[in-house]
């Protein structure tokens, strides 16, 4: 069972030689992981996770920015050492703003940017940094370089 999920065929072909180095490191060469495929499923997949899992985690811990869009609203991520912060864009639901088809920090008529509320808002994480990210990618955030985070810090 894997703490954030199992790698997928894919990504596993493309971590290759670092699965290599993984079994190495676990004492298991190429002719040990060939048998315990075939005689020892369960062990071997297990091995696949605690892999998967070191994986994603290092990864993770690297994600400094998050941010997520719909019509409606915007949300992005600062994802701290303990801490994430959260800046929201949104747009009343009888507005004519769609965040997907537009830049949100364009000009926007008077019309319009009063149909709009910005809020922020800083939690712990709940478990860890990583748990709490892997979340929010799940729910669909996608990776973000932050500038708009930042942006939207200056208006503030």
Not at 6 to 16: G, I, P
Not at 34 to 44: G, Q
Request: aromatic share 8%.
């Amino acid at each position: 069972m894997t703490l954030y999920r199992r790698l997928t065929l894919d990504e596993l072909q493309h971590l290759e030689q670092e699965f290599i180095h993984f079994l190495i490191v676990q004492g298991i060469d190429a002719t040990d992981w060939v048998k315990m495929k075939e005689e020892r499923m369960a062990e071997a997949d297990q091995l696949i996770d605690i892999f998967s899992d070191i994986v994603l985690e290092s990864s993770l811990k690297k994600i400094s920015f998050l941010e997520i869009r719909t019509p409606k609203y915007i949300h992005t991520y600062q994802c701290l050492s303990n801490t994430l912060v959260l800046i929201a864009l949104e747009a009343d639901p009888s507005s004519e703003i769609d965040f997907t088809l537009v830049d949100p920090l364009q000009e926007h008529s008077s019309k319009n940017r009063s149909a709009l509320s910005v809020f922020t808002s800083t939690r712990p994480y709940s478990v860890s940094k990583e748990y709490d990210v892997f979340k929010l990618t799940e729910m669909g955030c996608l990776i973000s370089d932050g500038l708009l985070f930042k942006q939207l810090s200056l208006l503030l």
